[in-house]
């Protein structure tokens, strides 16, 4: 599911030419929401140990992402 994965762009109508995806994770896969949250976690939790990242006075609040 992961491996041998190509891709190509459509902009207004016109296909680019199919290229290989390299890393990541798709985006129609049942695990994917997990293995991004996996991900995500990690990366605040090296953001509230750094000290860096949204605070709110003395509350970590994050990384405010979509």
């Not at 976690?41 to 090296?46: A, F, K, P, T």
């Amino acid at each position: 599911m992961y491996t041998n994965n190509v891709a190509n762009v459509l902009w207004n109508g016109i296909a680019s030419r199919s290229f290989h995806i390299k890393n990541g994770v798709t985006q129609d896969g049942i695990i994917s929401p997990i293995l991004f949250c996996v991900y995500f976690d990690g990366l605040l939790l090296q953001l509230h140990n750094s000290g860096i990242g949204c605070y709110s006075g003395n509350f970590f609040v994050g990384a405010l992402a979509c």
